[in-house]
């Protein structure tokens, strides 16, 4: 018997998110040039996202209801281990596909080039303007200098310049350290290779940790300009922000332990781990 695969498998992770998240299943169904399969994880809504997505998008989406919030790489590795896709497609609830052929032209530039692992599309605001969702692998340097008092004192360092990208056109095809996860094309051979998303990062930073596992695999990680997707950043995160400020900061931190913590860089640690409290606090405070 003949298994034949889909060409994408939409995965979205969701978490008291309804109202975008019906939104977001309307767009991505409206991509009716390719061949789909939508799977949902719902992280242990309270909003009734799960109850909608049964009602409402019955025998078009899969709905996989986690009993507990386990955060987002762990339930977008829930729906890849269940995906039919040559492609997995990550995409949160708070995302929109506007134009046509999105995912289209996404196939057939990835289908062209069989050395590409991750492609990720422009992302946009809901105002049109642009989301830096392609960046540099973060440094410690980084790290410190983007300590908003700090940014204040030094606002155009190098550090933040460079892991921003900001001194490169995002509006070319090209070759980056790492794209964001809120849209993000992965071929299957590439995360059969490399492994799942590590759900040691509950949230935050595991995108930044596959890209660089897929560099290390010898695959290119490219930003894709020619289409685009809507992002309104923070539909779920605003709901309990202080819980993500803690969390996006303890990520931070979980990655460079994982990458820097040897040799010299070991010395700038402690000055990291103090930069990332502070800044943590100063945001935390005007909550």
């Not at 995912?103 to 605001?125: A, E, Q, Y």
Request: hydrophobic share 40%; glycine share 6%; proline share 4%.
């Amino acid at each position: 018997m003949n298994f034949k695969r889909c060409d994408v498998t939409l995965s979205i992770v969701n978490w008291n998110t309804r109202d975008e998240l019906r939104e977001c299943l309307r767009s991505v169904l409206s991509q009716t040039d390719v061949s789909i399969e939508v799977m949902v994880v719902d992280n242990a809504s309270s909003d009734g996202s799960a109850e909608m997505v049964r009602s409402e998008f019955a025998g078009r989406v899969t709905l996989i209801a986690s009993e507990n919030n386990i955060g987002f790489g762990a339930g977008h590795n829930l729906a890849i281990r269940r995906s039919s896709g040559r492609y997995v497609f990550l995409l949160n609830p708070d995302g929109r596909m506007l134009e046509e052929r999105v995912l289209r032209k996404m196939v057939d530039f990835m289908d062209s080039k069989p050395n590409v692992g991750m492609l990720g599309p422009k992302i946009t605001n809901p105002d049109g303007t642009l989301q830096y969702s392609a960046r540099r692998f973060p440094t410690m340097f980084a790290g410190v200098f983007r300590h908003p008092a700090i940014g204040r004192i030094f606002p155009n360092n190098r550090f933040v310049r460079e892991y921003m990208m900001l001194d490169r056109s995002h509006e070319e095809v090209s070759d980056v350290d790492w794209l964001s996860g809120a849209a993000l094309m992965v071929r299957r051979e590439t995360f059969e290779q490399i492994g799942l998303m590590d759900e040691r990062f509950f949230m935050y930073c595991e995108d930044v940790d596959w890209c660089r596992r897929a560099h290390a695999g010898g695959w290119r990680v490219v930003y894709f300009p020619m289409t685009s997707v809507q992002h309104r950043i923070g539909a779920a995160s605003d709901k309990n922000p202080i819980a993500m400020i803690k969390q996006h900061h303890a990520s931070m931190l979980r990655y460079f332990l994982k990458y820097d913590a040897r040799g010299p860089k070991l010395l700038l640690l402690p000055l990291v781990m103090i930069a990332l409290w502070i800044r943590s606090r100063s945001l935390i405070n005007r909550c």
